[in-house]
């Protein structure tokens, strides 16, 4: 049985589509966070909760969810040029996540 040709085009195309994806997720998930925060007025430690919740919802555990978070405030409060490249596909989660050590 011969392999399925795919041309790199396609995969490129497939990549930038999964990061637009990924980037999406972490606006969610940055966009959940700040619902969460908004409740705690009313109802304390509501945004803790709300780490659990997203963590249920993404099957991943609660530690995946407080990074995910983390990297949306990053995006949102500092990083806008990268969120803007994350967005379009141009980088990948790895990358957006990776902190560049000092030489």
Same mark, same amino acid.
């Given at each position: 049985m011969a392999a399925p040709v795919v041309s790199l085009d396609a995969l490129i195309? /497939? /990549?930038r589509e999964e990061n637009r994806h990924a980037a999406?997720? +972490?606006a969610a998930c940055y966009d959940f966070h700040l619902a969460c925060i908004a409740q705690d007025a009313k109802h304390r430690q509501y945004s803790r909760y709300g780490? $659990?919740?997203m963590a249920l919802a993404l099957s991943c *555990?609660? !530690?995946v969810a407080e /990074?995910?978070? *983390?990297?949306?405030?990053a995006l949102h409060t500092r990083l806008p040029l990268l969120k !803007? /490249?994350?967005e379009a596909g141009? +980088?990948?989660?790895?990358r957006v $996540?990776? *902190?560049p050590t000092e030489p």
């Amino acid at each position: 049985m011969a392999a399925p040709v795919v041309s790199l085009d396609a995969l490129i195309t /497939a /990549a930038r589509e999964e990061n637009r994806h990924a980037a999406r997720k +972490i606006a969610a998930c940055y966009d959940f966070h700040l619902a969460c925060i908004a409740q705690d007025a009313k109802h304390r430690q509501y945004s803790r909760y709300g780490r $659990t919740e997203m963590a249920l919802a993404l099957s991943c *555990s609660a !530690t995946v969810a407080e /990074a995910y978070v *983390s990297v949306g405030v990053a995006l949102h409060t500092r990083l806008p040029l990268l969120k !803007t /490249a994350f967005e379009a596909g141009d +980088i990948d989660l790895p990358r957006v $996540t990776h *902190s560049p050590t000092e030489p």
